[in-house]
């Protein structure tokens, strides 16, 4: 930290936090660094020095720079988009007190966007795979919703207390980042390629990728649902296929940067097993 600087408030000596950010310009564009310096405030965030960032756009040097781009939603740990990697470690930016990076690493803070997917401008990524990835096990209950169906079928106590844990899941992808099976899957649009093709070849990349651990978790959620169980032989056979659960290496890293603490390796077990239990009997059933 440093003492003083011509961006603190005018009249106050403001304590200075020196915050080192990893730029891009946009996809594919080489990255590099800026150094800001920003006064401290009572209960800051990462958010609220990136607020503090954009608004005043300066260099530590007094050169003039465009504002910083990261993407935030809830502001509470809840959703997911915020996610950086920061001094180091990938988490929230909404929830990466000042107060408690400084105990870590009190020199500087440092902010990095997610390795493991495409940059799209700064700190801002393109984490379309995620959720991709959801869409192949099929992560949700199927209900039709124009007619009352009445209520869904109950669930026992146990059910309950093993499935609330894996709802949590904010599709953040700290798993993905920590996950050494899980490789960033980045294609640069072709000269002449339209945009609905370069989806299309990007959409078919994503899905020979690994699926990850948050979308095995969420395939054993739903299909420990009473109703989200009818497709439980589609989803499984999802996570046999190309980039499915038979990829983890059962390092566990994933488990352990998760934010929410899901037992991950608890559903990649019971997702194997599935895995196996199908493949046996759709050999019986030939
Ligand atoms: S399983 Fe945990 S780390 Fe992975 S996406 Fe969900 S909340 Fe994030
Ligand atoms: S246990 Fe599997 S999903 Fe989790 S980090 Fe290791 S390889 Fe990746
Ligand atoms: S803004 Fe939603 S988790 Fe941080």
Not at 214 to 236: M, T, Y
Not at 265 to 286: E, M, N, P, Y
Request: aromatic share 6%.
């Amino acid at each position: 930290m440093n003492d003083s600087n011509k961006n603190a408030p005018s009249g106050a000596k403001a304590q200075l936090l020196k915050v080192r950010v990893r730029r891009q310009d946009g996809p594919g564009k080489e990255p590099y660094w800026q150094l800001f310096h920003v006064p401290r405030e009572p209960e800051m965030n990462v958010i609220s020095i990136l607020q503090r960032i954009a608004a005043m756009a300066e260099t530590v040097d007094g050169k003039k720079v465009s504002p910083v781009a990261w993407e935030c939603g809830c502001l509470e740990e809840v959703c997911g988009s915020c996610t950086m990697v920061i001094n180091g470690r990938t988490r929230q930016s909404c929830s990466a007190l000042v107060v408690n990076l400084l105990k870590e690493q009190p020199d500087e803070i440092v902010l990095e966007p997610m390795s493991k997917f495409p940059v799209v401008r700064d700190l801002l990524v393109d984490r379309s795979r995620v959720f991709q990835a959801l869409e192949r096990v099929k992560a949700w209950v199927p209900v039709d919703g124009y007619y009352d169906m009445g209520p869904g079928e109950r669930q026992t106590m146990a059910q309950q207390e093993q499935n609330y844990p894996l709802s949590q899941c904010m599709s953040c992808g700290c798993c993905l980042e920590a996950c050494p099976q899980y490789g960033k899957i980045e294609l640069e649009q072709k000269s002449g390629e339209s945009d609905e093709d370069f989806a299309a070849r990007k959409h078919e990349a994503n899905d020979k990728g690994f699926i990850g651990a948050h979308a095995i978790s969420q395939a054993v959620l739903f299909n420990n649902n009473p109703v989200g169980k009818v497709l439980a032989n589609e989803r499984v056979d999802a996570l046999t296929k190309a980039g499915g659960v038979q990829v983890c290496g059962n390092a566990q890293n994933c488990v352990a940067v998760c934010p929410k603490e899901i037992p991950l390796t608890q559903s990649i077990a019971r997702a194997g097993r599935a895995a196996t239990v199908r493949t046996v009997k759709k050999f019986f059933d030939r």
